[in-house]
């Protein structure tokens, strides 16, 4: 709960003010600046922005600026709290508002609203179909923001029923603006998003669906492969690091992640089959760095915040090129280079058939085939995997050169043949039967001894506010500081991603482990 002693929040005029003075940033990533802009100007917008793109900047900013509470509804009830304690950290006034509140919360935080006293509020659709939208109606509201938009529509990858209750908010709003933010629509999807959401002429943006820094390997099970072999040959390659691998079957993920800890992993299951409680846990543990590995069904990580997942194995084929893009996208959000690895079959595509049988509408059940089909035929044929991932939504590039293993010339057993040690999985380091690159020169660590013990207080620090370790510094502002080792605050706030509020919050315990370097 918000302090009501706290002081009034600070209100900036320009959008690159906000950018350094609060997130510690020089310039906006593209397309940031021209949905800021629109929204500022209170026109409608959608932008399609892939993972990692920095998507929550686009109203993050215009909280800063805008006099009304920006709203912004998304499904990630669990991951809620981290959202806003990460903006708490970064000055803002922001809460959730949402069924896991006991009843004198919810009094305070919707009282806090009424009084005009919140820059932020995240809500789950759910919530929006009680007493809360009658509430929300009576307060001021300066913009709306549906994130993971293309759970609104029956032809996204994602749709969830709650997000109907939608239709209508904009109008109940008093016409207030709507920003929807979507990773993977396509331009049948984007459409339906503008109609249910009542969207007038909106604005919109389409990002690069290429992210270079993900490493896209696919691999054909069968054969006499050993899957389990493979997979646990990647989490060595990436021993100490954050990971996630998916699997269809709750069963799957229990045996598998058993399997993982026998062999000496640090590996939790997650499915919907356990319990509240044990979800809860193991994903804390995952964003806390409590362990190295989540075995998952889909159930887990939509729009997950941690910045430092270096690598996302796939054991079963995805449902979809969409939700193979969306699930990827959970790697590398700061930018460093991660793995991607995709096992994939036939017998994948038949073990979906099952779940075909609840899709009533017989055109939607076709085409839900056929997307499951449209993806093992584009990973099958050969090729770019980024050239032909990024054809699905619209957009032509060249061979990515150097992002994928077509492009690259390696193959699964070149990059599970040798466990090298940390951080040699960086660029420079060499296929274990080529001399193919793992990745690209210059996203090395600098100075590994110094960026673990910055890793070691980072954990100390965040523990001790019980929050995930990537809300005090993302892995790539750790790499800043070990590479520059600056031992000044003025050094300090030259970092990317260091602003003058994480500065005075944290900077002075880095800057003495850094001199000490």
Known sequence: MLDPGAPAATRFADPQQVLESVFGFRSFRPGQRQIIEAVLAGRDCI???????GKSLTFQVPAKILSGAVLVISPLISLMKDQVDALTRLGFRAAVINSTL??????????QLRRGELELVYVAPEGLEGSLREIIAACRVSLVVVDEAHCISHWGHDFRPAYRQLQDLKGRLGGVPVLALTATATRRVAADIIQQLGMERPEGFKGSFFRANLLITAQKKGDG???????LGMIRRHHGESGIVYCLARKSVDALAEWLRLQGVSALPYHAGLDDATRHRHQDAFARDECDVIVATVAFG??????????????????????????IGRAGRDGLASDCV?????????????????IEDPELRAETREK???LFRLVDRGGCRHQKLVRHFDEEIAPCGESCDVCRGVVLDDLVAAIPRRGASAPGARAAAGSAPFARAGEGIANPELFERLRALRKRLADAEGVPAYIVFSDAVLRQMAQHVPKSRTEMLALSGVGPVKLERYGAAFLEALREA
């Open 102 to 111: 006991d009843f004198e919360e919810r009094r305070e935080r919707l009282a």
């Open 47 to 53: 932008g399609v922005m892939p993972t990692g793109a």
């Open 372 to 374: 499951t089909v449209g």
């Open 225 to 231: 492969r050993n899957s389990r072999r493979d997979i």
């Open 302 to 327: 939509m729009g997950i915040d941690k910045s430092n997942v270096r690598f996302v194995i796939h054991r079963d084929m995805p449902k979809s090129v969409e939700a193979w893009y969306q699930e």
């Open 342 to 358: 995709l096992l994939y079959s036939w017998a994948d595509v038949m073990g979906y058939d099952a779940f075909l049988d609840g």
